[in-house]
């Protein structure tokens, strides 16, 4: 059943035609269970439609709609469970279609097919005999519908995006969607607010060869250039990797597979039939896709285990001839515009960063969420962005109209006239309620009852000082050091850094500037000191990383130290500490560096120091803590996540990252008690501090400063303004004592909405 189960699933996500996908799926199952039927009914609006058998009378296929909770089916769906029946029509819930020819089946399996707790539709499986099916082809059939989920999810999408350009090459009036007749969004994270309409260019950083679209052309001979070319890389490549593994000593049978990539590489099969497909009219990439997807299909049914294993070598070849024809991560800077939105499977932070805000509208990604380094780096730069969208079909938006809503997360792909006009009422709504927001600029964040909250700006890019400084931001409350280590090939010199950090301390001074040391690992990684981990996460990273590499980690103290001459305004922060001696490690190596430069000539002060409470380790040490630091700051994006068990950048439990759950707003207040109790001022630069309802709680918890995104400083000063501590603190102990993040969330958006502040937590006014 397994190696069926595999084959299946491959042609199924071969294939992108929605009708395609559930002929082989009810084709194949079928043929598998032996059974006399198998047939896929898939909601919509509630109701479920027959929209594939092999069994029945197929001239109902679309046309058989089954109402809400209604038949076998329905009741199938609203268990969301498998319901096995020997005579399904003795079941009180059956309905018979005589229109089907279905008066001769007896036996009834019903498998619902579901997607993040939602009912996509319901695979069933019947049989003449009046017997119950076993319970080995019952948990195949709910193996199979868990796998093709997704599959149909795509496919849905895919079918959305081809009939809407369909419908454009015949109208102007833009047509609902045949599959979301309400024309309802693909959901996935907040990343960054805003809402962005325009044309989506989709970006390949990685892609399954699947995933890879037909794509008409006008240059036949520019094109077969294009795979050649690709080749010629690839052999390079693998011949290059193959030398270097012998000279290390590897034995040369080891090296083997590379010999047998080069003889694929030369196949006339391979070349022959990419070339002729792109003759056909196909890109290169899409001619590609056919011939691997072929290939993979022959080997996949081929009875000998070695053979069939070498399947997998022909993707991954076919995986390293597409990269290389697209230069990945490569921008397409010619085709992006202030209409555009960026679609890919995930960027990075540096990659971002190359971006000017002017030439992108809006971001959707198909992995992150919204504390990924990325939706940070958004909300910095004011882009709009969705993260998480996991049924995002990248390539195939290419050319799309997009609407992306940052507050919800929501995607609409070929939006209505309604939708586009209803966003576009919202966005000059956004534009005035930021211009009225700006006028704050000048003002301090002083509550109605005269407490003053410090508002401090995040930021890791020398390019954003000018307008953290124009944000009215009263300093750096988080530098990011590792943005220049992340945008080179090397790690940079004493001279190098110094002189990036001077302009920063330089820019605010006499303000304070808080520089946090090098803190990779994780999702933050540099192309020239990789780190390999099974859970980078959990692993090497932050001060664990500099500890063990004094000799890198000297030099960026000292580059900070030489950065603050004269100066006085230099904070230091540690990241990612976990234990006292950690502490006690990096002020002695600050220390040590302090006195080196003195000996060196150098006028400068030792700095406060500082660190992030992100492990929750720290939690319970934080009296012990305080009594050897000057400041604390709680770094909330990883607190949550370690809190939560929860990893920040999957998108599949990216809901149960919360900030406002009781756990996580309880740790913070212990945090800012034990500080308080020793003398010693707390801040919050984490994605907690940048959210209006989120500061809230954290106002009310008597926090001493906020530090967040240039784009979400004048939002919380304004929310600021508009409460008095006093509210803010009997609103905290109502939310400690509720249960979870829902019912916190809506006593918090009532308040909101009650002092005229719902522009801050939704699109419009």
């Known amino acids: 059943?397994?190696?069926?189960?595999?084959?299946?699933?491959?042609?199924?996500?071969?294939?992108?035609?929605?009708?395609?996908?559930?002929?082989?799926?009810?084709?194949?199952?079928?043929?598998?269970?032996?059974?006399?039927?198998?047939?896929?009914?898939?909601?919509?609006?509630?109701?479920?439609?027959?929209?594939?058998?092999?069994?029945?009378?197929?001239?109902?296929?679309?046309?058989?709609?089954?109402?809400?909770?209604?038949?076998?089916?329905?009741?199938?769906?609203?268990?969301?469970?498998?319901?096995?029946?020997?005579?399904?029509?003795?079941?009180?819930?059956?309905?018979?279609?005589?229109?089907?020819?279905?008066?001769?089946?007896?036996?009834f399996v019903g498998i619902p097919i579901t997607h993040h707790r939602e009912v996509l539709g319901v695979l069933v499986a019947q049989s003449e005999s009046r017997v119950r099916f076993s319970h080995d082809i019952v948990n195949f059939l709910v193996t199979i519908a868990a796998q093709l989920a997704g599959s149909i999810i795509n496919a849905q999408a895919t079918r959305q995006i081809d009939e809407?350009?369909?419908?454009?090459?015949?109208?102007?009036?833009?047509?609902?969607?045949?599959?979301?007749?309400?024309?309802?969004?693909?959901?996935?994270?907040?990343?960054?607010?805003?809402?962005?309409?325009?044309?989506?260019?989709?970006?390949?950083?990685?892609?399954?060869?699947?995933?890879?679209?037909?794509?008409?052309?006008?240059?036949?001979?520019?094109?077969?250039?294009?795979?050649?070319?690709?080749?010629?890389?690839?052999?390079?490549?693998?011949?290059?990797l193959s030398y270097q593994l012998l000279a290390d000593g590897l034995p040369t049978e080891d090296v083997a597979v590379f010999d047998a990539y080069l003889l694929m590489l030369d196949s006339s099969t391979l070349i022959d039939s990419t070339v002729e497909r792109i003759k056909s009219g196909n890109w290169a990439a899409g001619a590609l896709r056919e011939t691997i997807l072929e290939h993979i299909k022959l080997f996949g049914e081929m009875e000998n285990p070695y053979l069939r294993e070498r399947a997998k070598d022909i993707r991954d070849l076919g995986q390293c001839i597409f990269n290389q024809m697209q230069g990945i991560n490569d921008l397409p800077l010619d085709k992006l515009s202030e209409k555009t939105i960026i679609v890919a499977e995930d960027i990075s932070a540096t990659l971002l960063a190359d971006i000017e805000k002017t030439h992108i509208s809006g971001i959707v990604l198909k992995r992150g969420s919204r504390t990924s380094h990325v939706a940070i780096l958004a909300r910095a730069m004011g882009i709009p962005t969705v993260v998480g969208v996991s049924e995002l079909p990248v390539m195939q938006l290419d050319g799309s109209q997009l609407v992306a809503d940052g507050y919800s997360g929501k995607l609409y792909i070929s939006p209505t006239e309604t939708i586009v006009?209803?966003?576009?009422?919202?966005?000059?709504?956004?534009?005035?309620?930021?211009?009225?927001?700006?006028?704050l600029n000048g003002l301090p964040a002083t509550t109605t009852d005269g407490v003053n909250i410090p508002l401090y700006a995040n930021t890791g890019l020398v390019a954003d000082i000018t307008p953290s400084k124009h944000s009215g931001a009263e300093g750096i409350g988080l530098y990011r050091t590792?943005?220049?280590?992340?945008?080179?090939?090397?790690?940079?010199?004493?001279?190098?850094?110094?002189?990036i950090y001077r302009e920063v301390l330089q820019?605010?001074?006499?303000?304070?500037?808080?520089?946090?040391?090098?803190?990779?690992?994780?999702?933050?990684?540099?192309?020239?000191?990789?780190?390999?981990?099974?859970?980078?996460?959990?692993?090497?990273?932050?001060?664990?990383?500099?500890?063990?590499?004094?000799?890198?980690?000297?030099?960026?103290?000292?580059?900070?130290?030489?950065?603050?001459?004269d100066l006085d305004n230099l904070n230091v922060l540690f990241p990612m500490i976990s234990t006292i001696t950690e502490v006690e490690d990096a002020i002695a190596l600050l220390e040590r560096a302090y006195r080196e430069l003195l000996t060196e000539g150098y006028h400068i002060q030792m700095p406060k120091v500082g660190v992030m409470v992100e492990v929750p380790s720290l939690v319970f040490q934080i009296?012990?803590?305080?009594?050897?630091?000057?400041?604390?700051?709680?770094?909330?994006?990883?607190?949550?996540?370690?809190?939560?068990?929860?990893?920040?950048?999957?998108?599949?439990?990216?809901?149960?990252?919360?900030?406002?759950?009781?756990?996580?707003?309880?740790?913070?207040?212990?945090?800012?008690?034990?500080?308080?109790?020793?003398?010693?001022?707390?801040?919050?630069?984490?994605?907690?501090?940048?959210?209006?309802?989120?500061?809230?709680?954290?106002?009310?918890?008597?926090?001493?400063?906020?530090?967040?995104?240039?784009?979400?400083?004048?939002?919380?000063?304004?929310?600021?303004?508009?409460?008095?501590?006093?509210?803010?603190?009997?609103?905290?102990?109502?939310?400690?004592?509720?249960?979870?993040?829902?019912?916190?969330?809506?006593?918090?958006?009532?308040?909101?909405?009650?002092?005229?502040?719902?522009?801050?937590?939704?699109?419009?006014?």
């Not at 469970?81 to 029509?89: E, M």
């Not at 006009?421 to 709504?429: A, T």
């Open 507 to 565: 820019a605010f001074a006499p303000r304070p500037v808080v520089l946090r040391t090098l803190d990779i690992g994780g999702d933050k990684s540099l192309s020239y000191f990789p780190i390999e981990e099974d859970n980078p996460f959990l692993g090497w990273r932050g001060i664990r990383v500099t500890l063990d590499h004094p000799e890198i980690f000297m030099i960026q103290l000292r580059a900070m130290l030489i950065a603050s001459e």
């Open 164 to 240: 809407s350009e369909k419908s454009e090459t015949k109208s102007t009036i833009p047509k609902k969607s045949p599959i979301r007749q309400d024309n309802r969004p693909l959901l996935g994270q907040p990343g960054s607010p805003g809402i962005a309409i325009g044309r989506a260019v989709s970006i390949a950083t990685s892609i399954i060869l699947e995933s890879i679209p037909d794509r008409p052309i006008d240059d036949i001979d520019d094109e077969i250039n294009v795979f050649h070319s690709a080749l010629d890389s690839v052999r390079k490549d693998i011949k290059s």
């Open 421 to 439: 006009k209803e966003y576009s009422r919202l966005i000059c709504q956004e534009d005035e309620l930021s211009e009225e927001i700006s006028e």
């Open 623 to 765: 009296k012990r803590i305080a009594s050897i630091v000057d400041f604390i700051s709680i770094g909330t994006n990883d607190l949550i996540q370690y809190l939560m068990a929860v990893d920040r950048n999957n998108a599949s439990v990216a809901e149960l990252y919360e900030s406002l759950h009781p756990a996580v707003l309880n740790a913070i207040k212990m945090v800012v008690d034990g500080s308080h109790e020793a003398g010693i001022p707390v801040s919050v630069c984490g994605e907690m501090a940048g959210d209006p309802m989120a500061a809230l709680l954290l106002l009310g918890m008597s926090i001493d400063s906020l530090s967040t995104s240039v784009g979400s400083l004048p939002r919380v000063k304004w929310m600021i303004r508009k409460f008095s501590q006093q509210e803010a603190k009997e609103l905290m102990e109502q939310a400690l004592a509720m249960k979870d993040a829902y019912v916190i969330k809506q006593l918090l958006t009532k308040e909101l909405e009650g002092k005229g502040l719902g522009g801050l937590i939704r699109a419009g006014r």
């Open 1 to 107: 059943m397994l190696h069926t189960l595999r084959r299946i699933v491959q042609e199924v996500n071969s294939t992108r035609d929605l009708n395609r996908v559930l002929a082989i799926i009810v084709q194949r199952v079928k043929a598998a269970i032996n059974a006399d039927v198998c047939s896929v009914y898939l909601a919509d609006e509630g109701a479920f439609t027959l929209l594939a058998t092999d069994g029945l009378n197929v001239d109902l296929v679309g046309k058989v709609r089954l109402p809400p909770g209604s038949g076998l089916v329905g009741l199938v769906a609203q268990r969301t469970d498998p319901l096995n029946l020997d005579d399904a029509q003795e079941h009180p819930r059956f309905q018979l279609f005589t229109t089907l020819n279905e008066e001769r089946f007896h036996g």
């Open 482 to 499: 590792e943005y220049p280590f992340m945008i080179r090939q090397r790690f940079p010199g004493e001279e190098e850094q110094s002189k």
